[in-house]
């Protein structure tokens, strides 16, 4: 979710400049930074900002630059009766209080005075709303086709790492049957030591019944369903990240199950590299939108 875009129009009068960046959230949080004079169209923007991004950490510029002779983007003007009695009033209490500052900072302190300073309302063409409205479409789609080219990146990452899950669980395989004859002989060896008479057909059905807790076919079958099911929310054009997680939890289920039965150093130490590979897939799933 983490992008820039940025975006020019010229009017008569103006240049107008808006800048966009984005950065990974799971809520959309906007702040938007916009001259006076286009507050009255702060509600529409942030609605179509909000609308085409979805959610991230969103911050939006607005700038205004005069164009050669043009117009003031904001103004006032000074009510000269109210300075002149306020100031008068200032002076004379400064003489009573013996207050012999230089006028400097009396001039500033008139100025804040209430309604000494009128502001000028600058009248805002059609055609300027229209240039304000193209800037920030087109920053949008920059800021929308950076995100894009950084996630086709980032899915190329995710798709390597689901074929790796993969990879790991068909080296488990072999060492299934290496399983199997280590748990026999094992039991054969604590059967001499006991020194007890054994039937061996029910000794085979024991062992059947016992390797039957440690089966992992189910876990490797339905872990082979959820990485293609990955590939296929993948493909999807809008809204994968968080259908993309919950399948994520999905196979990090089956790979902790598969450790859990493992009953071998050989496939414990596989089961360890497929969970590191799930958390990089994890993390890099919440940057997705």
Known sequence: ???????????DQRK?????KSLNSKQLDLSTRIPSIYREKEYEIRQTVGKALGRGKVDLFVSVEPVGGGARTAGGTINRELFKAYYAQLVELRRELGDTNEAEPLIT???RLPEVMQ??????APEEWKALTEAVDEAVENLNRFRAQEGAVLMADLLKRIDTIESLAAQIVPLEGERIETVRARLMENLKALQAHVDNNRFEQEI???????????????????????????DES?????????????????INTTG????????????VRMKDELEKIKEQLLNLL
């Open 260 to 271: 859990s039965k493992a009953n071998h150093a050989g496939i414990q130490k596989i089961v």
């Open 109 to 111: 302190t008139v100025l």
């Open 1 to 11: 979710m983490t992008g820039y875009g940025r975006a020019e129009r010229h009017t």
């Open 119 to 124: 502001t000028e309302t600058v009248a805002i």
């Open 238 to 254: 809008e809204g994968v990240g968080r259908k993309l997680g919950f399948i994520a939890q999905e196979i990090g289920r089956e």
């Open 208 to 234: 059947i019944y016992y390797l039957e807790k440690f089966d992992i076919t189910e876990e490797k079958v339905r872990l082979k369903q959820h990485c293609d099911y990955f590939r296929t929310v993948a």
């Open 16 to 20: 107008i400049i808006v800048e966009i």
